[in-house]
């Protein structure tokens, strides 16, 4: 199995009580430490402005500054967004932009794509807030511009919401799997989220990887209807990696767990959060795959893996802050599951 960690960078309430001038060297060190661990294959981070579970004034950095500020920090891990907003930029910007770091990086950029949902985001920034199939078709626009600029180092579209004429990608990115179809290479192409009618189907025509539902039974579920889409297009299923985000709350004993869920909310209710709406988000990481003892993540992982999920985004919301987490799970889980996927 391969694995990939979010840097913190705000969004989640992770980087609470941290002085502003701070934040980077916190981030850099996280940056650079997984760098280092060759078990880790990939860094991501959160495309979002404001705060989770609701907006507040504490930070929020964003996601491709941080992509190019890490592109130039580190030197093996991958670096990914899981997941990018298409309509956050223009597709034609965003395509240069990622290559523009992939060059930088030395041809180590993950592009995580999706709709977007978060929306008095949207709002606040002045985008509106589309119908959801509006925003699926842009994607599934914006996807394509990528595909051209990044295999041909330019893109002509006549779209229903985006219309280019001739734009240019030079230099084209260094690195990627091949699109499907294509005979030039690009970055490789995270499409996340599991609608069933048209994301799912945006995946199978364009995707390398996919991220969805980590829970077992929806897992499997989606991976179905992902696998029916490539039949009707005539690709075969296993060209697409299969990935899930994991919130990995661990603990040597049930004692330890129940204090890292209690950190989760301390940094909740100091950071904005009213009590309540805090407990609620505990409540509902408490029941989630990744919660508990190295033993019980492993057995589950393990359980994921031969459903066909073989790429495992963790996060661990006491990063900034505590690593013993982190050294835990690298110790007792990833060996465990070393050579799987």
């Not at 993950?110 to 959801?132: D, K, N, V």
């Not at 004692?255 to 609620?280: F, Q």
């Amino acid at each position: 199995m391969r694995f990939g960690m979010f840097v913190p960078q705000g969004w989640r309430l992770d980087l609470v009580g941290i002085a502003p001038e701070k934040h980077w060297g916190v981030m850099l060190d996280l940056a650079q430490r997984l760098d280092a661990e060759e078990a880790w294959e990939s860094l991501w981070v959160y495309d979002h402005f404001h705060t989770s579970p609701g907006p507040t004034d504490e930070a929020t950095h964003e996601a491709w500054t941080l992509m190019a500020a890490f592109a130039a920090t580190t030197g093996r891990v991958r670096l990914g967004q899981m997941c990018t907003c298409i309509s956050y930029r223009e597709p034609t910007y965003l395509a240069k932009v990622a290559a523009t770091v992939d060059v930088i990086s030395g041809g180590r950029v993950e592009m995580g794509i999706g709709a977007g949902w978060y929306e008095h985001e949207w709002r606040a920034y002045g985008y509106g807030f589309p119908t959801a199939g509006e925003r699926l078709a842009r994607l599934r626009e914006g996807v394509d511009i990528f595909r051209q600029m990044w295999t041909t180092g330019s893109a002509t579209l006549e779209g229903e919401h985006y219309r280019v004429d001739g734009a240019l990608c030079h230099p084209r990115p260094l690195q990627g799997t091949a699109f499907p179809g294509s005979e030039r290479n690009g970055i490789p192409v995270w499409v996340a989220g599991g609608g069933e009618r048209k994301t799912l189907r945006i995946a199978a025509e364009y995707a390398d990887c996919t991220n969805f539902d980590g829970t077992p039974d929806v897992f499997s579920h989606k991976s179905q209807v992902l696998a029916g889409h490539c039949a009707d297009l005539g690709r075969d299923p296993a060209s697409i990696t299969r990935s899930a985000n994991y919130n990995v709350v661990i603990g040597r004993d049930e004692a330890e767990v129940e204090d890292r869920l209690a950190l989760v909310k301390d940094l909740h209710v100091r950071g904005g959060i009213a009590e309540e709406r805090a407990e609620a988000a505990v409540r509902n990481l408490r029941t989630q795959p990744a919660v508990g003892t190295p033993e019980q993540i492993v057995d589950m992982l393990r359980d994921m893996e031969g459903r066909g999920m073989t790429y495992a985004i963790t996060y661990f919301a006491e990063a900034a802050y505590d690593t013993s987490g982190i050294e835990l799970f690298e110790d007792e889980v990833m060996p465990e599951l070393a050579g799987q996927g």
